[in-house]
């Protein structure tokens, strides 16, 4: 049983900074490609940033800069210079392919995060 659990979201002041973390149980972390989504109020599902697991990265364009994603026994986002629009809630997903389990595609419950004064 595959599960994505998310934590670190919450309510920060413009300018501030959070760290979100995923931890992936079931197996899979180093065989998986992860990644950060974020879905705003009346908005699609976007890619925030994602790390291969042979630690490439990409970011977002409204994101580089600003935020980082690593992964070492957990995959994190850190947050900084945050705006209101970064708010949204925020998944945690892992992506891949193996011979042995095929291909699949995870996704957290999501963590609220929320840029406000």
């Known amino acids: 049983q595959v599960q994505l659990v998310e934590s670190g979201g919450g309510l920060v002041q413009p300018g501030g900074s959070l760290r979100l973390s995923c931890a992936a149980h079931?197996?899979?972390?180093?065989?998986?490609?992860m990644g950060w989504y974020r879905q705003a109020p009346g908005k699609q599902r976007e890619l925030v940033a994602r790390i291969t697991t042979g630690r490439i990265t990409q970011y977002a364009d409204s994101v580089k800069g600003r935020f980082t994603i690593s992964r070492e026994n957990t995959v994190d986002l850190q947050m900084n210079s945050l705006k209101p629009e970064d708010t949204a809630v925020y998944y945690c997903n892992a992506r891949g392919a193996t011979m042995s389990r095929g291909a699949f595609d995870y996704w957290g419950q999501g963590t609220q995060v929320t840029v406000s004064s």
């Open positions: 079931g197996s899979i972390f180093s065989i998986a490609d």
